[in-house]
């Protein structure tokens, strides 16, 4: 079920948590559940793979670098079989994303900046595979406690036509809005 309203329908500044739904639901609720004083939680006090596991390979972990661009640390298994490559530790940017990185990071900025979960959906088209549409919840996280320096994030991808056929490769960013309590 998608989390965006069709293109019919008028979009919202912000998504109420009330309306995610399945694993979006299942990952904000186990998120949330991890932040203490209302501070975002520590990446260590996240456990998805023993916690969550069937979530586990639908995610990934972004790194926020000090010159302002973003570095992926682990690359769900399924996402990497959807992709068709691996991107731990590669940096998002136009070699990854094509023209869409900038949109990407952008998206990833405000995670970092409002300390608040964000949900994102993109058309891709990766190289070889077919097109599909993204829809990501990503969550901040810190490692030391202080500072949002990572984002957490849960893909679920839907076969499309039309976008990137198969071989072009790329990533548009359609909508990106922030998840309110």
């Known amino acids: 079920m998608p989390v965006f309203a069709t293109q019919n329908e008028r979009r919202p500044a912000a998504i109420e948590a009330a309306s995610l739904t399945g694993p979006f639901r299942d990952f904000y609720d186990y998120w949330r559940s991890k932040r203490t004083d209302g501070a975002v939680p520590l990446r260590a006090d996240l456990a998805v793979l023993a916690d969550l596991p069937r979530l586990a390979p639908h995610m990934v972990v972004v790194e926020a670098l000090s010159d302002g661009s973003f570095r992926f640390r682990l690359v769900g298994s399924a996402l990497v079989k ?66 949002v320096d990572q984002v957490v994030g849960l893909t679920r991808f839907t076969p499309t036509a039309g976008f990137g056929a198969r071989g072009t490769g790329g990533v548009a960013l359609e909508e990106s809005v922030q998840v309110r309590d």
Do not use: F, Q
């Open 82 to 147: 959807t992709m068709r490559r691996d991107l731990t530790s590669r940096r998002i940017d136009a070699s990854v994303y094509g023209d869409g990185a900038a949109g990407i990071v952008a998206a990833l900025r405000s995670v970092v900046s409002s300390g608040a979960p964000w949900i994102n959906r993109h058309k891709v088209g990766w190289d070889g595979a077919a097109s599909s549409a993204a829809e990501m919840l990503i969550c901040p996280v810190s490692t030391d406690g202080r500072a």
